[in-house]
């Protein structure tokens, strides 16, 4: 009986040890199964990770051309603006010296105008005194005649001065027609 109570516990022994070997072989099989199906899931996770990422690089890369362009049309758009500004106001301060210019003349023209015509009123008066004088001095008709004559050219001066006016007048209408078509 004593050797049964040595053979049981090592037969025991044994075959706990077979099926803890099963066992351990079959867990670590579960194991390497398992560690191997977490590697392909990882490698599964990480591939669609990369695939992620490189699809919203490429959207992104997209979308960054995408505002390069836009930004880059509207620089051109505001420069373009800013130069028609630029040539606006270029033309409009042309429009206003030129202004100016023709209300300087049409001032200037105006002030001949009126001496002019405060000498054409004093010629006319002289004009007048020496009609009368033709009437009573027949003799001096001579002098007359040459005064006669040299009041025709002021007249004649007159006239080309009121057609001067005129014509400022008409610039001075046009000019300010063209400011405001400029405006």
């Known amino acids: ?36 199906k977490q ?7 990480d591939r669609k990770e990369v695939e992620a990422r490189k ?5 992104a890369n997209e979308e ?6 836009a930004f880059n049309a509207r620089k051109a758009h505001e420069a373009e603006q800013a130069q028609q500004t630029e040539a606006a106001a270029a033309e409009r301060n042309i429009a206003v010296r030129e202004r100016d210019t023709l209300s300087k003349q049409v001032l200037n ?12 009123a004093k010629i006319e008066e002289q004009l007048k005194i020496q009609k009368t004088q033709v009437d009573y001095l027949k003799a001096a008709a ?8 040299s009041f025709q050219t002021a007249l004649d001066k007159l006239q080309a001065a009121e057609d001067a006016f005129v014509r400022a007048q008409q610039a001075a209408t046009a000019a300010a027609a063209a400011q405001r078509k400029a405006n």
């Open 142 to 149: 001579k002098e007359v005649v040459q005064t006669r004559s």
């Open 109 to 120: 023209l105006k002030e001949n105008l009126s001496n002019i015509q405060e000498q054409k």
């Open 55 to 59: 699809k919203a690089w490429d959207i």
């Open 39 to 45: 590697r392909i899931e990882k490698e599964e996770r």
């Open 64 to 69: 960054a051309n995408r505002q390069i362009a």
């Open 1 to 36: 009986m004593k050797k049964l109570y040595f053979i049981v516990p090592i037969v025991l022994l044994g075959i706990f040890i077979f099926f803890y070997f099963n066992a351990r072989n079959g867990i670590q099989e579960a194991e390497r199964i398992r560690v191997e």
